[in-house]
């Protein structure tokens, strides 16, 4: 920094002011600094801006890899997020540690090295907000909590979602659905969005008098088609599948073939919060229910960043709704009959 007032001509304190914003500076003073700052490729200290309690620029996206498959939605989630925070002058810093564990990031904090936290892959009961919460660290969940009360989210409306897939299928004429879910393991550690979909799946059936059949399969292609394979073979009626991810979508279209079930003439398949991307490069290209996944990750870090610069005094907390996109993997049931 000094060379930088050496050769603007100005005084350290007048560099310092011009970078940070935190006192007016003339548009000829700031000129001279920018000037000075591009000759030299002078780049301000992170750690020393934040150690001054300054924003030093940086979120991290807290993802706990040992048990979130990075598949296409989640891809997608974590793009636009990063793509967001630089449109609002941020950097992203991916951060990876096991489920349960936010050592790092409280250690971050401490450092004064970043922000605040996005939380991915939250649990209805996370030790991870708690944890955060205790350690001063600002917070937005991309998901959300059991309770919620007082917490910056955005979620898919996993609800709504469910409605408007099973009155779809009942609409279609449908009786009889497969469920193909995550693995048990995946609602035994309470993941939110897994549980709130199935639960929501159970009873917009039982209101529409349709029989719900889950299975539970590993996130695998392979895992997929075994589960439908042998739920066709142990209930013959089934109609219609419902899946959750990428891999289970393509799993059961590689299991019905597999078994000679044609789709959609022998069995509908809609995919619940796929990626369109995903959707249009299945073959048949796959009916689905579900949003822009990008949408999660952009408004996670904008409610963030609001949150940051006190733009409102509540929380913001909003759920995306899902469409429902038919494509080519649903018929109705008189013309899935064998």
Do not use: C
Not at 102 to 128: E, F, N, P, T
Not at 252 to 278: A, T, W
């Amino acid at each position: 920094m000094a060379d930088v007032a050496k050769l603007a001509g100005v005084s350290i304190s007048t560099v310092s002011y011009a970078l940070s914003g935190a006192r007016p500076i003339s548009e000829a003073t700031r000129g001279r600094v920018q000037w000075a700052v591009e000759q030299l490729d002078y780049q301000p200290n992170i750690m020393a801006r934040g150690l001054a309690g300054r924003r030093t620029g940086f979120l991290t996206l807290l993802l706990p890899t040992d048990e979130t498959p990075a598949d296409s939605f989640m891809i997608d989630i974590i793009v636009a997020a990063a793509e967001a925070a630089r449109e609002r002058g941020y950097h992203l810093l991916l951060w990876t540690e096991p489920t349960g564990e936010s050592a790092g990031v409280k250690d971050l904090m401490r450092r004064g090295l970043i922000d605040g936290a996005l939380l991915l892959s939250v649990r209805l009961h996370d030790d991870r907000v708690s944890a955060l919460r205790g350690a001063g660290v600002p917070l937005t969940m991309i998901g959300r909590t059991q309770d919620t009360d007082g917490s910056h989210f955005v979620d898919s409306d996993a609800e709504q979602a469910a409605e408007v897939a099973i009155a779809h299928l009942a609409e279609l004429g449908h009786t009889t659905v497969a469920y193909v879910g995550p693995p048990r393991s995946a609602y035994d550690d309470g993941i939110g969005i897994v549980i709130r979909i199935h639960d929501s799946l159970v009873r917009s059936a039982e209101r529409h008098g349709l029989r719900l059949i889950p299975a539970f399969a590993e996130r695998k292609v392979a895992a997929s088609a075994r589960a439908i394979s042998e739920l066709m073979a142990a209930e013959p009626e089934i109609s219609a599948v419902l899946t959750l991810d990428d891999s289970a979508i393509a799993g059961v279209l590689d299991g019905l073939r597999s078994i000679d079930h044609s789709v959609p003439s022998d069995v509908s398949i809609i995919g619940l919060l796929v990626s369109p991307e995903v959707a249009e490069m299945a073959w048949p290209k796959a009916t689905t229910v579900s949003h822009d996944p990008r949408d999660l990750g952009r408004l996670g870090v904008l409610a963030m960043i609001d949150s940051l610069d006190g733009v409102s005094d509540r929380a913001t907390q909003f759920l995306l709704p899902s469409e429902l996109v038919e494509r080519s993997t649903t018929a109705p049931r008189q013309a899935a009959s064998r």
